[in-house]
């Protein structure tokens, strides 16, 4: 089959067209054929190196997919041949054809196209999870969600309007009208503002309840002035770098707070496949509805995938970079 290879660890330009042996559905995994796939944050760091797949994935890139099932394993009993199907996965979604795990497999509602579909799984299971399992928001709540227009972020503020939380983000200046639109009460140009001092004035010194973060070090001490007492962070990534300078832990203890880090790929088949049941559960008829959408932000022809991995280390997109494939 025809798929995306990474000649040697390094930039975009790495990306090369190839072929590599197309895989076979094992007993509880489909054999889909791949219509689209999407960029994340992990697939240019595995392409320079320093992210590897999980044991046992395929070394291809690419987390998400959209696609029709051409093949089932002995064992499935939920899809057939000629489904439709988008989910996660821990690798193998830059090429023709890839598996799945019957699990992890969602059905593609009518009214989203094949590109839309593969827009959702990574950010939306991982917004989900921080969210809800870990970040236990509820109605009434408030939330900063800190990237607010990136995928994940899109798709947080989406979720927390859901769940009836009130959103506050911080994004650059000609982001933050996305943000609004999406549901968030407060947009936050964090170039050009200090969060800390917005979020407070606004909660008239309150603070939130949960705070979703990616930069981690140099937002740390700020994220703990932020949060109200019993308050919970959830930390994605460390986009800004992981280290604290210099921080007086009595706040946490003052506070009683909860800080957590997470990622999404590391975790057992047996604890995604729940957490897509769980964001299914929630989620899907709000797809179907219009209630939850897909945000994209561009369609690259997925032989033109190395502009596309410039264009997202290049901080341009709001939402999702999708890529055609077939």
């Known amino acids: 089959m025809k798929a995306i290879l990474v000649k040697q660890p390094g930039g975009p330009e790495q990306l090369i067209p190839g072929e590599y042996p197309a895989p ?3 007993a509880n995994k489909l054999l889909v054929k791949v219509h689209a796939t999407a960029l994340n944050r992990a697939d240019t760091l595995q392409r320079e190196g320093k992210y590897p797949p999980p044991e046992g994935a395929s070394p291809l890139l690419g987390l998400e997919i959209a696609g029709e099932v051409t ?7 939920k899809y057939k041949v000629g489904d439709k199907v988008f989910g996660l996965l821990p690798g193998g979604g830059y090429a023709e054809c890839a598996v799945i795990d019957e699990g992890m497999a969602i059905p593609v509602p009518a009214n989203l196209s094949m590109e839309e ?3 959702i799984p990574e950010v939306f299971l991982t917004a989900y ?6 970040g236990r928001l509820q109605p009434g709540e408030r939330v900063l969600i800190h990237a607010g227009a990136s ?3 899109t798709a947080a503020i ?3 309007r859901q769940i009836g939380a009130g959103v506050l983000v911080t994004a650059s200046a000609g982001k933050l009208q996305t943000c609004l639109d999406l549901g968030a009460a407060k947009a936050i140009d964090y170039k050009q503002q200090s969060f800390k001092e917005e979020v407070l004035k606004y909660t008239n010194g309150e603070g939130v309840d949960v705070i979703i973060d990616f930069i981690a070090g140099p937002y740390f001490a700020d ?3 932020c949060l109200r007492t019993d308050g919970r962070m959830v930390i994605l990534a460390s986009l800004g770098g992981g280290k604290v300078a210099q921080f007086d832990l009595r706040q946490v203890l003052a506070k009683r707070l909860h800080i957590m880090g997470s990622t999404l790929r590391s975790r057992s088949k047996e604890y995604q496949i729940a957490l897509t049941n769980d964001l299914c559960h929630f989620a899907l008829d709000k797809f179907r509805s219009g209630a939850l959408k897909p945000v994209i932000d561009s369609v690259y022809n997925w ?8 264009y997202m280390e290049q901080n341009r997109n709001t939402g999702k970079i999708v890529l055609r494939v077939s």
Do not use: C, Y
């Open 24 to 26: 076979k559905p094992a």
């Open 71 to 77: 093949e089932v394993g002995a064992d499935v009993t």
């Open 117 to 119: 579909a593969a827009a």
């Open 129 to 134: 999870q921080a969210l809800v399992w870990l």
């Open 151 to 153: 995928g994940v972020g």
């Open 158 to 160: 989406q979720l927390a």
């Open 223 to 225: 994220n703990i002035d």
């Open 303 to 310: 032989e033109d995938v190395a502009e596309a991995h410039r």
